[in-house]
T-cell receptor
Framework: QKEVEQNSGPLSVPEGAIASLNCTYS??????FFWYRQYSGKSPELIMF????GDKEDGRFTAQLNKASQYVSLLIRDSQPSDSATYLC?????????????FGTGTRLLVSP | DVKVTQSSRYLVKRTGEKVFLECVQD?????MFWYRQDPGLGLRLIYF???????EKGDIPEGYSVSREKKERFSLILESASTNQTSMYLC???????????????FGEGSWLTVV
């Protein structure tokens, strides 16, 4: 079992819809959870992070964390074609003083006009 | 704007060659990282450094070494390149985790290495 799992996709949604991206993790003691966006041929860029159960909103993006079920999700409201990218979920392991992140393989999102 | 610069974007090297990948950041970050990214495997941490001359092994350090002589520069070294090291290499940097923005890691544009 991979430490961080994501469906590779592609996830296809029409413009204006809500895109829902999911991620599960195996280490129950994981502390912080991150969503990165990576355009083709480009470097990952941080969208947001979450470390408490519940929802965290930032503009059109909402991260949801459920530690009991060991999943974290990212919702993108009013999806735009410019949101088409690969979304990487990353987890920081427990008891690490540094940003040693474990990444999932990413979910490719396609937003059609 | 934070800038993490990887000097070589595309390299082709022969098996057995010694390869240097250079990374420079301009944000005075304490932490620097080297990842490799492969299809189906995602990003995997090779080495990281939390201070000058300090280094820690990541998840896949075999076949690699690193050097950090100056705070802004972190080099990845392939002592004897092999075909299974063909990959995209990403350098990254950040402030310490305990700092206000310690959760944000900034990545460079990547270096595509092909070993033939």
């Amino acid at each position: 079992q991979k430490e961080v799992e994501q469906n590779s996709g592609p996830l296809s949604v029409p413009e204006g819809a809500i895109a829902s991206l999911n991620c599960t993790y195996s280490d129950r003691g994981s502390q912080s959870f991150f969503w990165y966006r990576q355009y083709s041929g480009k470097s990952p860029e941080l969208i947001m992070f979450i470390y408490s159960n519940g929802d965290k909103e930032d503009g059109r993006f909402t991260a949801q964390l459920n530690k009991a079920s060991q999943y974290v999700s990212l919702l993108i409201r009013d999806s735009q074609p410019s949101d088409s990218a690969t979304y990487l979920c990353a987890v920081r392991r427990k008891n690490t003083g540094f940003q040693k992140l474990v990444f999932g393989t990413g979910t490719r999102l396609l937003v059609s006009p | 704007d934070v800038k993490v610069t990887q000097s070589s974007r595309y390299l082709v090297k022969r098996t057995g060659e010694k390869v240097f990948l250079e990374c420079v950041q301009d944000m005075d970050h304490e932490n620097m990282f080297w990842y490799r990214q492969d299809p189906g495997l995602g990003l995997r941490l090779i080495y990281f450094s939390y201070d000058v001359k300090m280094k820690e092994k990541g998840d896949i350090p075999e076949g690699y070494s690193v050097s950090r002589e100056k705070k802004e520069r972190f080099s990845l070294i392939l002592e004897s390149a092999s075909t299974n090291q063909t990959s995209m290499y990403l350098c990254a940097s950040s402030f310490p985790l305990q700092s206000y923005s310690g959760n944000t890691i900034y990545f460079g544009e990547g270096s595509w290495l092909t070993v033939v």
